[in-house]
């Protein structure tokens, strides 16, 4: 038996032809968005230079570090200017190429020659928006706020990207189940985690792990192995085509939770269920985190909960609405977040920490991630 098929059952679980379609309509979508709102404000175009704002207009899939410019008219159009060494499908009126390096070396200042590849459209703009401070010899109108306002409601490719990048991350949390036990080493809860999500999504994806320690309520992993009777919370997200998701699922090193632990749990699950039933469009992200706060730090003295209640995540893995107590931030239609309460304390020897993943459409509530809570 292959090393795949032993450790990575679920291989290539992406469906990559059925997402591009659905990203080359959201991106000209968005790219309407923007140009209507350039009309609005007297704009006559806009420079898209950020990398998620590359994959948010233009679908571009490749490391954030390489260099790639876009630009997008009063009318829609919408070009894209991508270096040599780049290997992604992008989604634009028009493509230009531009060398970003030679013999493999990186050109330094390559940030520089994407937006000189624009150079003849730029040309022909006066006035003209971008997500970027400067461009050299040219006087900018900044637009960063309004892209990121228009990042708030998620388009239906976005959420079907965040819901494959879930899909990934159950994967690698349906690989880590079944070896979680005492004795194994932190760091290899994480490679394995890791492993199966590349498997799972057919492709690399950089480093997914937040939290992996045994005992503690968070952490990097350790080369430290497992002990009997602790808690692992592992919080840990997965990314698909520049897509986030981030989910938490706490294991048992032991395989089952002691009586405390299993308290701690059924009152994590029991806050997530209230919360759940509290968000709607309109309800501020503050009052629903000083509810569950309220909830959970009053079941007993020497427990706690002391972080936020959650964040929104698409293109970042925490972006807003944050769910914090002192959050103005409010519920909108279209947009997607995750809810994550926790039980922290001496005896609970780690901590339960619960994590879902949801979107707000219709006017209602939908979670995205259906792994099981007690996986």
């Known amino acids: 038996m292959s090393l795949t098929t032993s450790l990575y059952p679920e291989r290539n679980i992406v469906d990559r032809a059925a997402l591009?379609?659905?990203?080359?309509?959201?991106?000209?979508?968005?790219?309407?968005r923007l140009s209507n709102w350039l009309v609005e404000v007297g704009l006559d175009g806009a420079v898209i230079t950020r990398p998620q704002h590359l994959t948010y207009f233009f679908g571009l899939h490749g490391w954030r570090s390489s260099p790639a410019s876009g630009f997008v008219g009063r009318d829609g159009f919408g070009l894209i200017s991508v270096?040599?060494?780049?290997?992604?499908?992008?989604?634009?009126?028009?493509?230009?190429?531009?060398?970003?390096?030679?013999?493999?070396?990186?050109?330094?200042?390559?940030?520089?020659a994407a937006i000189a590849a624009l150079d003849i459209r730029l040309a022909k703009t006066k006035g003209l928006g971008a997500d970027c401070t400067e461009i050299a010899g040219r006087t900018i109108t900044p637009i960063y706020n309004q892209i990121l306002s228009m990042r708030r409601r998620k388009h239906p490719d976005e959420v079907a990207l965040i819901?494959?990048?879930?899909?990934?991350?159950?994967?690698?949390y349906r690989a880590i189940a079944?070896?979680?036990?005492?004795?194994?080493?932190?760091?290899?809860?994480?490679?394995?985690?890791?492993?199966?999500?590349?498997?799972?999504?057919g492709q690399t994806m950089g480093e997914l792990g937040n939290d992996f320690r045994g005992g503690q309520p968070g952490g990097r992993p350790r080369p430290v192995p497992l002990v009997e009777g602790d808690l692992l919370p592992?919080?840990?997200?997965?990314?698909?085509?520049?897509?986030?998701?981030?989910?938490?699922?706490?294991?048992?090193?032991?395989?089952t939770r002691a009586p405390p632990q299993e308290e701690a749990f059924s009152r994590v699950v029991h806050a997530l269920s209230i919360a759940e039933d509290m968000i709607r469009p309109g309800v501020r992200c503050g009052t629903v985190c000083q509810e569950i706060s309220s909830i959970l730090n009053s079941v007993r003295g020497d427990w706690r909960f002391d972080h936020h209640l959650g964040h929104g995540l698409g293109l970042n893995p925490v972006e807003r609405p944050f769910i914090n107590s002192g959050s103005n931030d409010i519920f909108e239609e279209g947009c997607t977040f995750t809810l994550e309460p926790g039980l922290y304390g001496d005896n609970l020897r780690g901590g339960i920490r619960l994590e879902q993943n949801y979107v707000i459409e219709n006017g209602a509530l939908r979670r995205l991630s259906s792994l099981p809570l007690d996986i």
Request: glycine residues 8%; aromatic residues 8%; hydrophobic residues 45%.
């Open 163 to 172: 819901s494959a990048a879930i899909a990934v991350n159950e994967a690698g």
């Open 178 to 201: 079944p070896h979680i036990a005492p004795g194994l080493l932190e760091t290899e809860v994480f490679a394995l985690f890791q492993g199966a999500a590349i498997v799972a999504a």
């Open 83 to 112: 270096g040599n060494s780049m290997e992604s499908d992008v989604y634009a009126d028009e493509t230009v190429r531009f060398d970003d390096s030679m013999f493999a070396t990186t050109d330094e200042d390559r940030e520089r």
């Open 234 to 255: 592992v919080d840990a997200g997965a990314v698909v085509a520049n897509y986030f998701s981030d989910m938490c699922r706490t294991f048992a090193v032991a395989g």
């Open 20 to 32: 591009a379609r659905l990203q080359a309509a959201g991106c000209r979508e968005r790219r309407t």
